[in-house]
């Protein structure tokens, strides 16, 4: 399988999760979801990587695993995605 290629300029970083049914139960730790970390470049390539947990080490990992050092990112006020200010600019939009 081909790697992806890493994302750069402006992009898009949200968590979400996923399951068959909904039975009005919220919140990302209900059992039956699967969560995921979505990452969007915008102009170019999308990556939505399942993940087994919301921890800040899982987060990490993850974001910088896919995207270049010097980078401009937007995210939601979820506190989760706080850890992920460690470099570059970031900003965050409120919906």
Do not use: C, Q
């Not at 979820?78 to 992920?84: E, P, R, S």
Request: avoid cysteine; charge should be positive.
């Amino acid at each position: 399988m081909k790697k992806a290629p890493l994302l750069r300029g402006e992009v898009e970083v949200d968590t979400g999760h996923f399951r068959d049914k909904r039975n009005g139960k919220g919140g990302p730790v209900v059992a039956g979801k699967v969560l995921v970390f979505g990452l969007l470049m915008r102009g170019g390539h999308v990556h939505t990587i399942p993940i087994p947990n919301i921890k800040a080490k899982t987060l990490v990992f993850t974001f910088e695993s896919r995207m270049v050092p010097d980078r401009i990112w937007y995210t939601d006020n979820f506190a989760g995605h706080n850890v992920l200010g460690v470099s570059g600019k970031s900003f965050i939009v409120s919906h």
